[in-house]
């Protein structure tokens, strides 16, 4: 069966300093990829989707990236993070044009 | 464009039932619903594909107007278990699965 994983599942970071958030699918191949982001009491946000390797589309701009170096593996990084990236960060994945499955998130608190 | 969702909010006693709307400005493919508990990664309920049809399991069910671009979900007989804040997200044609979600509704069911 497929599972989804990210780590850290919690984590403070102060201003202006780095990020790398990953999330690993198990048990299929080939899978869209999503990051979102959901501000506290928030609705969820699609930061960055992507349908192959090396192939990354980004929804807002801002100061986060995203690459896809492996077909199951998905990592949301900053150079320099700001007191508004704070959230719940969710990846997801989906077999192409289904339901999509959400790991369990990255509680990222910037101070 | 985001689409919106009403009531932001309910209140329900145990075995009460409710409808959630969830309305796009924007034609629409396909409409997903979930769940989300307080910290937790949101859950998927079901995926409504155009064509105008409606779905059901145990006690949730939705439908889908594709002319009105309009989906709801109806919660019959509620449980606490029903309790959460539910998103509706909406798939435009030709968007490869990628979905834009709604800002949420919180339900409460209470004893």
């Known amino acids: 069966s497929q599972t989804i994983h990210q780590w850290p599942a919690t984590l403070v970071q102060p201003v202006g300093s780095p990020l790398s958030l990953e999330c690993t699918v198990e048990g299929t191949s080939n899978p869209n990829l999503y990051w979102y982001r959901q501000a506290a009491g928030r609705g969820l946000q699609l930061l960055f989707y992507?349908?192959?390797?090396?192939?990354i589309s980004s929804e807002v701009p801002q100061n986060l990236s995203a690459s896809r170096p492996q077909d199951r593996q998905f990592i949301l990084s900053s150079k320099k993070l700001l007191l508004s990236d704070s959230g719940f960060y969710l990846c997801?994945?989906?077999?192409?044009?289904?339901?999509?499955?959400f790991g369990p998130g990255t509680r990222l608190t910037v101070l | 464009q985001q689409p919106v969702q009403s009531p932001q909010a309910v209140i329900l006693r145990e075995g009460e039932d409710a409808v959630i709307n969830c309305s796009s400005s924007k034609a629409l493919y396909s409409v997903h619903w979930y769940r989300q508990k307080h910290g937790e990664a949101p859950i998927f309920l079901m995926i409504l594909l155009k064509g105008g049809e409606q779905k059901g399991h145990d006690k949730i069910s939705a439908s889908f107007n594709e002319k009105k671009q309009q989906s709801s979900l109806y919660l019959t007989a509620s449980q606490l278990s029903y309790s959460g804040t539910y998103f509706c997200g909406t798939e435009g044609p030709n968007q490869g699965g990628k979905l834009i979600f709604g800002q949420g509704t919180e339900l409460s069911v209470k004893p």
């Open positions: 997801a994945w989906t077999p192409a044009g289904f339901e999509q499955f």
């Open positions: 992507s349908v192959g390797i090396g192939q």
